[in-house]
């Protein structure tokens, strides 16, 4: 079993920096793959970014491609989402996921989930 508690959503100005942290526990061993999504309302959840415990591997959706940097620190069991140059757009739930398995750009890919924090950006 993992578990994910992220932390670091608030309210930022857009044009603003956040980071997000996701910290894990429980067997982190098992860890593949973990990953970032976000859920606006009315919408469906969808891939943010994602990157291999080992660091080998990382990827981004189109719409945070160069803004935003995901990192882990394995010694931390801990998984972060550095996101800079915030817009309105940007607003929504994240959530932090591992796959214990696969590589995964798809929600369906992953089997333990956090339960999100709100990130809000003001225009």
């Known amino acids: 079993q993992v578990q994910l508690v992220e932390s670091g959503g608030g309210l930022v100005q857009a044009g603003g920096p956040l980071r997000l942290s996701c910290a894990a526990s429980?067997?982190?061993?098992?860890?593949?793959?973990m990953g970032w999504f976000r859920q606006a309302p009315g919408k469906e959840r969808e891939f943010v970014a994602a990157?291999?415990?080992?660091?080998?591997?990382?990827d981004y959706s189109d719409s945070v491609k160069g803004r935003f940097t995901i990192s882990r620190d394995n010694a931390k069991n801990t998984v972060y989402l550095q996101m800079n140059s915030l817009k309105p757009e940007d607003t929504a739930v994240y959530y932090c996921?591992?796959?214990?398995?696969?590589?995964?750009?798809?929600?369906?890919?992953?089997?333990?989930w956090g339960q999100g924090t709100q990130v809000t950006v003001s225009s």
């Open positions: 429980g067997r982190t061993l098992s860890i593949y793959t």
């Open positions: 996921a591992v796959s214990t398995s696969v590589w995964s750009g798809s929600r369906y890919g992953y089997n333990y």
């Open positions: 990157i291999t415990r080992s660091g080998d591997s990382s």
